[in-house]
């Protein structure tokens, strides 16, 4: 599959539609994203696994005549309408959907000003919403994805010079999330999280049947490792909501201001100019204990310190080996480890997450973590068989099915019902409205023909 740029730029010298009198289209499928590890890292410059999921948004825009954008989603009842001549006019209440619709217009009108074009733009999903796999950030890519592509710009400066690569586009989207300038690209307000790119990247640059490795600030390809066709990935939405409004807003903002506050002890204490964790830690082999100096007793600091450092330079590196090797039981530990970090070094976690990843344990799965920004959402569990071939015995010796995928899908499926019927006896009001799902890695966001 070609790369998003090259998608982008395609359509731009060769627009798709039926002759010049119809209207531009352009319709992009924009999957979620599996944190498999790499908790609060990337904003750090720090490193994450990720998978894309063959779950998400596909979001369709059909050119207006006039410079007004009309969003609608079958997941929202209510249409956001945005000026594209005065975008901040009527801001939306906080909280609403249309929050992130308007700031994705907003900085593509500072960054292209005047290039967008009024469109018909709506939205249909597959992916869970406030469960940890990233339908906020989905949103954003695709909502960007689509104007940009209407617009016709990714030959054209300041957009082909500043961004080169899908990691450099999902680096920028990043940006237009957090507010934070990229190059000459000027910032903007963003939505009001403190994050980094991981997701965006994770959406933008998923590799189908894999796992990706990447470093961050900037974002850096390390790795990339085969999930083999005998495991897949059962996801349990725990039913207590990772929104990012409110007071959930402010405790995933915490963490990361945390982490801000590390690097500014630093930057006070040595004169130097890093700005990021990870830059701070590879000054040299006095760095970490020079660090564990500056935060002294503060013990909020203490633990994000530590965890920082333990996911990013240890675990997330010796998991994707351990999985690379086939060592499913040296990925346990670590990933074991790193959901210990999220409990006691970052406190995102809730009793609900917490029990999830223990129950998936229990009931055999490889390895299980929490995921995402925390306090609520999901729990990842890698279930199956590394070597299931043709004609695989399943649990207790029954045969399961002709191949290792299908071995994997209904293998997969049981452990999800077991899950979720083990974590329904013991949080009966969360889970009723727990859900499960069964996926593997899949492809990165994609354009689609206007027919699909």
């Known amino acids: 599959m070609s790369t998003v740029l090259e998608q982008l730029r395609r359509e731009a010298e060769e ?54 954008l009309h969003v609608t989603s079958a997941l929202a009842g209510d249409p956001v309408v945005v000026d594209l001549d005065a975008p901040a006019r009527h801001p939306s209440p906080p909280g609403h959907w ?27 999903s597959t992916l869970p919403l406030a469960a940890g796999m990233s339908s906020s950030s989905a ?86 490792v085969a999930l083999p066709a005998g495991l897949s990935l059962v996801v349990a939405v725990s039913g207590v909501d990772a929104e990012k409004t409110g007071a959930a807003l402010a405790d995933y903002n915490r963490i990361s201001l945390a982490a801000r506050e590390i690097v500014t002890r630093w930057q006070q204490a040595t004169g130097r100019t890093e700005t990021t964790l990870a830059d701070a830690l590879a000054t040299g082999p006095a760095a970490l204990s020079r660090l564990r100096e500056l935060v002294g007793e503060d013990s909020p600091l203490t633990g994000r310190l530590e965890q920082f450092v333990a996911e990013s330079e240890r675990i997330v590196p010796a998991a994707a080996l351990a999985l690379e090797d086939g060592d499913l039981t040296e990925l346990g530990s670590l990933v074991d480890e790193s959901q210990a970090g999220a409990e006691t070094g970052l406190g995102n976690q809730v ?74 006896e013991e949080f009966p009001e969360a889970g009723a409205r727990a859900t499960t799902l069964v996926t593997r890695p899949g492809p990165g966001a994609h354009r689609l023909d206007p027919e699909e």
Do not use: M
């Open 15 to 68: 627009p798709t539609h039926a002759d010049w009198s119809s209207p531009r289209t352009a319709t992009w499928f924009v999957p979620g994203r599996i944190e498999v590890l790499g908790k609060h890292t990337d904003y750090a410059g720090g490193r994450s696994l990720l998978a894309a999921v063959d779950l998400g948004h596909t979001v369709r825009a059909v050119e207006r005549t006039d410079r007004e």
């Open 98 to 124: 249309g929050g992130y619709v308007r700031t994705v217009v907003e900085r593509l009108e500072t960054n292209f000003p005047g290039r967008l074009r009024g469109a018909e733009v709506h939205v249909t």
């Open 139 to 224: 949103l954003v890519v695709g909502l960007a994805l689509a104007l940009l592509d209407l617009a016709g710009v990714a030959d054209e400066p300041p957009f082909a010079t500043e961004i080169t690569t899908d990691e450099q586009l999902g680096e920028y989207l990043g940006c237009v999330e957090n507010g934070q300038s990229f190059g000459s690209l000027a910032g903007d307000r963003g939505v009001g999280t403190f994050g980094g790119s991981e997701d965006h990247t994770a959406i933008l640059c998923g590799v189908d049947g894999a796992l990706v490795q990447y470093s961050f600030c900037p974002v850096r390809r390390e790795r990339e």
């Open 351 to 424: 009793p609900e997450t917490v029990r999830l990843q223990r129950l998936a344990r229990e009931l055999g799965a490889h390895a299980a973590s929490a995921f995402g920004a925390g306090f609520g959402g999901s729990v990842w569990a890698l279930v199956g068989r590394a070597d299931a071939a043709d004609g695989a015995d399943g649990a207790d010796g029954v045969q399961v099915g002709e191949s290792a995928e299908g071995f994997a899908e209904q293998f997969a499926e049981d452990f999800a019902r077991r899950w979720l019927a083990a974590y329904r």
